[in-house]
């Protein structure tokens, strides 16, 4: 893929826009989804953030702003704190979870990056974005139970059989929706991107404002869910 190297604030903006929609849709999509219990409830988590940040890569060509991605979720998640008088221990997983993802799939990225131009690009992005995952889900099962034990956790137990019976149920679902939506996301992105270079001489100021709206939405609908749920 030939994707488009924004101009720095521009792809900052965009990152930034990303971070909070993934944001968003950890506080708002994740209760939603409790109500489909046969779902796969983490790995369409998993999915979604992939997406965005797949998009962020395609739209700027810059792995190195994805970290900046990743912690605008993290941010919002701990609206919980002033909005609902949570500590933020009580969200720790989730955060370490999306963390975790945010730099594997940064980490995937950079692997694949020289492999970008030619055929099989997206194949070696999604390859390497599902084992980066894999990867992060046995970190995950390995941590999080040492940082805030639940019963979730712990019902898989913390031994070698333990972890791998969390990637069995979990990880390997996570991988999959990762190898799947991150090159999706850097194709979508690239896309936008060229779309977004031709119109920027003419509308620079409108696309700004637009993706400055975009993240102000996103905490302000994010906010309303996470003080709504109860």
Request: overall charge positive.
């Amino acid at each position: 893929m030939n994707e488009p190297r924004q101009p720095s604030r521009h792809a900052l903006l965009v990152v930034l826009a990303l971070g909070s929609l993934w944001g968003l849709s950890e506080v708002a999509l994740n209760p939603a989804l409790r109500l489909a219990p046969d779902l796969p409830r983490s790995g369409i988590l998993v999915g979604v953030g992939a997406l965005c940040l797949g998009m962020a890569l395609g739209y700027g060509g810059r792995a190195r702003l994805l970290p900046l991605a990743v912690l605008v979720p993290i941010l919002l998640k701990q609206l919980a704190f002033p909005l609902r008088g949570m500590a933020p221990v009580c969200d720790a997983n989730a955060c370490l979870a999306v963390g975790l993802e945010g730099l594997a799939l940064t980490g995937a990225a950079v692997v694949a990056a020289g492999g970008q131009r030619g055929r099989g690009a997206a194949l070696r992005l999604g390859a390497a974005a599902g084992a980066a995952i894999v990867l992060a889900a046995t970190a995950f099962a390995l941590l999080g139970p040492r940082l805030a034990p639940c019963p979730y956790l712990l019902s898989f137990g913390t031994s070698a059989g333990g972890v791998a019976r969390f990637l069995t149920h979990e990880g390997l679902i996570w991988g999959a929706a990762a190898a799947v939506t991150f090159p999706l996301g850097a194709h979508l992105g690239a896309l936008a991107g060229q779309r977004a270079a031709a119109l920027a001489a003419r509308y620079r100021p409108a696309m700004a404002l637009a993706g400055t709206a975009v993240v102000a939405a996103a905490w302000l609908a994010a906010a309303w869910t996470i003080a709504a749920i109860r």
